[in-house]
């Protein structure tokens, strides 16, 4: 499988320089880090890259105090796959953590499949919901979708209960986070809505919530804040990415999914 959109005969993602290049294209996109000693972990940006000193500066948003000389493990999002790699801690103070630059970076899991893209013309749309009766409810565009996952342009979070709208950002919902429902509308030569049988969620007592076994639960794997303005606010045109793992797939709804991507990958 091609790497980060390199063939064979192109650059190899072991190579320094591709893990620099990668490093300030996180730069540029603000991509989210997380970084620890394998006891405490926290989130982060990259501040700076520097080529000369093949060393990078994070800001991150808690302090960890880890001890200088010591090796940090870190990931972060680069081309819809989470890379990883361990740098020795150069300097730790207040607010800046400067990192060396490792040799290569990891992709910490492979997908569980290929995936297809998705045209905006064909209006598919995804929905999930974190509770049924608290928590948080996102929606927005389907822009890739495989057996396993999907990427998701979304445009509109609610608190579950209030109806009250969301920023959009990379604290709306943290990697790990699982959603109870996901559901997928409108993918091209699948059900309109990917649900099936009913069964019963919530057990106990009389009028106990009721949810169509066809609907997917899903884990979010990564999420990045994209447009203007999209840590700040939620206003119109703003959006981010999210990135999902779809868990317990019914059989039928998994079986329309890698019928749908077979067809639309080429040869």
Known sequence: MAIFGFGKDKEDPADPGLVLAC???????????????????????????????????????????????????????????????????????????????????????????PRARLNPKERATFTALQDLFQGVGITGALENIGEGGAKVRVDKAVAIG??????????????????????????????????????????????????PKGVLRGRVKWVLGRGPGAMESAGPGRYCLVGVEFMDTPEAVARD?????TQRLPG
């Open 23 to 113: 490093l300030e294209e996180a730069l540029r996109l603000r991509s989210p880090f997380r970084f620890g000693d394998g006891r405490r972990e926290t989130s982060a940006l990259v501040h700076s890259v520097n080529e000369e000193t093949r060393s990078f500066r994070l800001l991150p948003k808690d302090d960890l105090a880890l001890a200088k000389g010591g090796k940090v493990a870190f990931t972060f999002i680069h081309e819809g796959l989470r890379l990883g790699g361990d740098g020795r801690l150069l300097e730790a103070r207040p607010g800046i953590v400067a990192l060396q630059l490792p040799v290569s970076l990891a992709v910490m899991e492979r997908r569980a499949g």
């Open 257 to 261: 999914i890698e019928a749908y991507v």
């Open 162 to 211: 209030s109806d009250k709208r969301l920023v959009l950002g990379l604290n709306l919902v943290p990697p790990g986070q699982r959603f109870l429902v996901v559901k997928l509308n409108k993918v091209p030569r699948c059900p309109a809505v990917m649900e099936a049988e009913g069964r019963a969620v919530h057990l106990g007592h009389e009028g106990g919530a009721l949810m």
